[in-house]
């Protein structure tokens, strides 16, 4: 199984290692967000061979940013294991008296991917109608992960038809998550990708506890009960889909 979104590191946790090797042969995406975790990313994927990792500038970010942060992104996309930039998109939920620059950014580390041929994975909160027209606009011919998908059916389809991935995490196994729900039923499996978004968002029967990469198969679980197949055809389709959509060199 793979876990393509989640946050590991030392701002979260004390024992990476112990929750790395719980993952064992399964691998990790980590996503970076600021010039910090960016770096955490890259020491991570070249201490740890289930690691690999995503660097970017997430939209809440972008006050603490500067020219040397698009170099440092641009030198390090080079690295084999670095496969996509992300967490980059849109939030006007935190802030939104900054929508254009916002905006600037994120179409700017659009940019970046294109030129290297790099998976992009987006954060959209409060934001999903710009978001989509960007990418649209921009982001053709690119692997795209809308990571921590929660719009409508209608909006799932439309970032499916213009070539994106959605991904599906704790918040799926939420009691009161029917939209989800709906769009999990209405969904192919080939179009999902799991994720945890760990330390945030940890799914039934662990919600309020932090979260970890091996807790993935709760959200497969869910998406199995959900679609009435099994844990296994899940797990064997997403981690199909993930190795695609990140150009993984790992064999199933």
């Known amino acids: 199984m793979i876990d393509t979104h989640c946050h590991l590191f030392k701002e979260y946790y ?3 290692e112990d929750i790395i090797n719980k993952m064992k042969d399964n691998i990790i995406i980590v996503s970076g967000t600021n010039d910090e975790d960016n770096k955490e990313v890259i020491n991570l994927c070249n201490k740890y061979s289930n690691v690999y990792g995503t660097i970017g500038i997430h939209p809440t970010e972008i006050d603490k940013i ?3 942060s698009f170099e440092f992104i641009e030198n390090n996309l080079k690295i084999p294991k670095i496969v996509g930039i992300g967490e980059i998109g849109l939030d006007y939920y935190w ?3 900054n929508k254009e620059e916002q905006k600037n950014i994120f179409i700017r580390q659009i940019e970046l991917a294109k030129k290297y041929n790099k998976a992009i994975v987006i954060h959209s909160r409060e934001a999903i109608s710009d978001t989509y027209d960007i990418l649209n606009e921009y982001a053709k011919g690119l692997k795209i992960d809308i990571h921590c998908f929660s719009g409508s059916v209608e909006m799932a389809n439309k970032f499916i038809n213009i070539g994106c991935l ?3 995490g704790g918040v799926l196994t939420f009691k009161n998550n029917v939209k989800l729900v709906e769009v999990i039923k209405n969904v192919e499996l080939n179009k999902i990708l ?4 760990s330390p945030f968002l940890s799914p039934e029967p662990l919600r309020g506890k932090r979260n970890e990469p091996y807790n993935i198969i709760y959200v497969a679980s869910k998406i199995a009960e959900i679609k009435n197949v099994s844990v296994e ?3 064997k389709i997403t981690t199909s889909n993930a190795i695609s959509q990140f150009d993984l060199n790992v064999d199933l």
């Not at 799991?194 to 978004?197: A, F």
Request: cysteine-free.
């Open 95 to 97: 802030k939104n008296d």
């Open 194 to 197: 799991l994720e945890t978004d």
């Open 166 to 168: 959605l991904g599906v």
């Open 233 to 235: 055809e899940v797990l």
């Open 14 to 16: 004390d024992n990476i």
């Open 66 to 68: 500067s020219e040397n």
